[in-house]
C-alpha cells in the first residue's frame, strides 16, 4: 500500500511539471481518499487547490488539517493552517472563531479576542444571533472582567428574543459598573434591563440606587414609592425604602414599612440598620410591636428557620445580645419544640439579661434553662442560684439515692470520666478560693453523685460539708464516705465514718437501713412489756427531739465506760454501730494541698473555718505535726478575732459574671 501510494504521489509530482495540473489533482485526491489521515498530502492538496482558485475546496481540506492538528494538540500548528484559510478568504466564519477557540487554549486572550469580535460581527451581519450570542459568550467566559462582552452579549441574546436571560446580564453588568462609581454608566445599563423586563423590580432598585449615587435623591425616592404602590411589588423596594428611613431616621416611616406582611422578608442587614437606629434613638419598642405583626404573618405561610434566623441577626446589634430579639428567638424556639435551639437561645439571653443587671429574669431564665440542660456550662457557673438548684435537682443539700449495690468498690475511670474527675475538682477548688463554698460543694456533689465508691473525693466531701452544711447533710455525707471505705476494704474507716453519722442523731432512716444491710450498724429488736404491765417511763437521761424519733445510742459495750442500768429499754430498735475489735483507723499524714488550704484559711482570717478544716482531717485520720500547730495557731488566733471571721462572706461574693471570667481565665491557666 504505502508503494503504491508512493507511486501515486510520483505521478502527481510529474503530471504538475508537465503543467497537467486537473490530472495532477485527480492523482493526489485518489491518494487522500485512500489515506484521509496522511496530513502531508492533504496540504499538497490544498495548496494545489489554492492556486487553480479552487479556494472552498482548498478551505474545506485545510479546515480538515488543522482539526486534525488541533486534536492532537499542536495549537501551533492547527492556527498557521487556519491563516492559510483565512488569507484565502478573510471572512472565514470557521476559522475565526477557530483561531479565537486555539488562542484561548494557550492561555492568550488578547490575540483571541480580535477573532472572536470579528466572528460575532460577521454573524451579526448574516442576523445569526444565535451565533453571534454563542461567540460573545465565549469571549464573556474569556475575559470576564471587561463589561463590554457583556453588553454585547446581553444585546445579542435580546436580538435573538431571549429578554429574560439578557437582563440578566444587563443587571450584572450595571451592578458592577455601580459598585466601581461608574453610576452614569450603571443608570443607563439599568435603564435598557427596565426596558427588556419592566416587572423585574430589581432593574428598579438598581437605577434608583444609581440615581441616589448622583445625588438625586427625589428622583431615587419617587421612582421606589411608585413601584411599592403598583401591584406585585416584592419587599425588595420596600427593603430599600427602609434602609433609607433609617438613614435618615424617619421614625413613623420606619415602624409602617416594618409593619407589612413581607417585612421578616427584608434583607437582613437592612432590618439589623433599622433596629439600631431605633435602638440609639429610643423608639426600638415600636419597632418592635410592628415587626412583631410581620413575623406572625410569616410564621403562618412558611418554614420558621428563616425567621430563626433573622432573630438571631437582629439580637447581634446590641453587644451582649438584643433581649427584644432573643426573647422573641426563645419563644419561636418553644412553639418549633427545637430543644436544642431553645437551649441555645436561653443562654444566650441569660448572659444578656446577667449584663443588664436583670436578675431576677437571669433566675427565670437559667431555671428553665436547667430544667432542659442541667449540664450547660451556664447552669454550672451559676450554682448559687436557687431556682437552678432547684431546677436541677439539688434544692436540698441531699445526694440522689443510690442506683446500684452500694457494695460494690470504685472501677477505674474512663479517659473522659477522669477529665470530668478533675475538672470539676479543679472548678471545687477555685470557687472555693474565691469564698464561693455552695458552689464548691456543687461541683463536688456532681463527682459523688455520678461516682459514689469514689472514697477519696468522698472525703473531700465531707471536709466541704462539714465547713458549711447542715447536720443532715453531714450526717449522709459521712454515711455515703463509710459505705465506700468498706467497698474499698478499709472496714476500721467505715465503722468510724458510720459512727459519726449515727451519733449525729440526723441521718435519714433509708442511709440507716443501707448501713445496717452492710453490717456497719445494728438495730435492736424494740421490748416488749410483758402483758398487763406498762412500759417503763423514759428517764432524762435520754433526750427525744420527736415523739415518733426512734432513739440513736452508740453502743460503748467495749468501752471502759460504766452502762446505765437506769436507762429504760427504747420503744423502737436502736442502731447500734459495730466496732473493729482489736483494729483502729490507722492515722495517715495530710497532703500539702489540705495543709494549704488550712494555711490559706489562717491568712485570709477565717480561723473557725480553719478550725472545723482541721477537725474535719482528723475525723477522716488525718494527723501530723504540722497540722497541730496549725490547729494551735487557729485557737491562739480565734480568741483574739471573736466570731466575726465569716459573717460577711456572703457580702463579699463577688458578681457572677465577674467571677465566671475569673473562672474562665484561671481554668485556662
Known sequence: MAVEKHKMLQAAERLLKQGKVQAALCELQRVSQGAPNDLLTLNRLADLLARQGRNAEAISYYNRIATQFAEGGFYPKAIAIHKKALRLEPNNIESLAQL?????????????????????????????????????????????????????????????GNSERAADEFLEVAGALLAKGSSEEAERIYRRAAELAPGRNAARLGLARALDAQGRNEASLTLLRDGVAEQGADSTLQAELLRRAAAEGRQSEMIALLSVPRAADFDLEILKSAFATALSRGFSDQLWRGFDRALETTATRRDRQPIAVTLEGLAEIESGGHLPALQRLRDLHRDRADRDGLVRALEWLARAQDAQGLRAETERTLTELAQLRPESPLVQQSGSSAAVRAATGHASESLPAYSGDPRTPAVPLSRADSDFVSGRLTQSEIFEKYGLHEQALEQLREVVSRFPGRADILERFVVLTRSGGSNAAVAQALSRLAVALRAS??????????????????????????????????????????????????????????DDEPEIVIDFADSALPSSSASPEPEVGE??????????????????????????????????????????????????????LLEARAVRESSGAGEGNRGDVEDVVPDLALFAAALESELVA
Open 100 to 160: 479565537g477557540e486555539l488562542y484561548l487554549a494557550q492561555k492568550l486572550p488578547g490575540e483571541a479576542r480580535s477573532y472572536f469580535l470579528a466572528a460575532a460581527e460577521y454573524y451579526l451581519k448574516q442576523r445569526r444571533f444565535d451565533r453571534a450570542s454563542e461567540i460573545y459568550g465565549r469571549l464573556v467566559r474569556a475575559d470576564p472582567t471587561d463589561p463590554r462582552h457583556r453588553v454585547r452579549f446581553a444585546e445579542a441574546l435580546a436580538a435573538d
Open 489 to 546: 476494704g478499709d472496714e476500721a474507716g467505715a465503722l468510724q465514718a458510720a459512727a459519726e453519722a449515727v451519733a449525729s442523731r440526723h441521718l435519714d432512716p433509708s442511709e440507716l437501713r443501707v448501713l445496717e444491710q452492710l453490717a456497719l450498724v445494728t438495730v435492736d429488736a424494740p421490748s416488749r412489756p410483758e402483758q398487763g404491765t406498762a412500759p417503763a417511763p423514759v428517764t432524762d437521761s435520754v433526750t427525744r427531739e420527736q
Open 575 to 628: 442502731p447500734r454501730v459495730q466496732r473493729a475489735v482489736g483494729r483502729s483507723r490507722p492515722t495517715r499524714p495530710p497532703s500539702q494541698d489540705m495543709i494549704d488550704e488550712i494555711s490559706g484559711l489562717l491568712v485570709d482570717g477565717r480561723f473557725q473555718d480553719a478550725a472545723a478544716g482541721i477537725a474535719s482531717l482528723r475525723s477522716l485520720g488525718y494527723e501530723s505535726d504540722e497540722l497541730t
